[in-house]
Nanobody, 124 residues
């Protein structure tokens, strides 16, 4: 099970940190990813991370603004989002899968475990 938290309403240029807490499985072995879906749009991969020493994947639209990290001891993955823009508005989901970060964030593989999502709204 994955549970997201940390969403909310923020002004353009602001920051939010999303958290994804895992339970019921050994998170250490899994790639964990953040995805988002805006109204009328397909779900897209935002950022994915394998183990803490590997290079994460970031979508071009969030590079240099978002940072993903994981704390396996706390069974939690974080997404630090800075300089938020209105186009970042979406429901953000975390997911877990045994896959490479490229395959996972590119939705090239089936993803078996999803959280319920948390709303992020960027608006003045």
């Amino acid at each position: 099970q994955l549970v997201e938290s940390g969403g909310g309403l923020v002004q353009p240029g602001g920051s939010l940190t999303l958290s994804c807490e895992a339970s019921g499985f050994t998170m250490d072995y899994y790639a964990i990813g953040w995805f988002r879906q805006a109204p009328g749009k397909e779900r897209e991969g935002v950022s994915c991370i394998a183990n803490s020493r590997s290079t994460p994947y970031y979508a071009d639209s969030v590079k240099d603004r978002f940072t993903i990290s994981r704390d396996n001891a706390k069974k939690t993955v974080y997404l630090q989002m800075n300089n938020l823009k209105p186009e970042d508005t979406a429901v953000y989901y975390c997911a877990a899968e045994l896959a490479t970060v490229q395959a996972m964030c590119g939705l090239e593989v089936g993803i078996g475990t999803w959280g319920q999502g948390t709303q992020v709204t960027v608006s003045s």
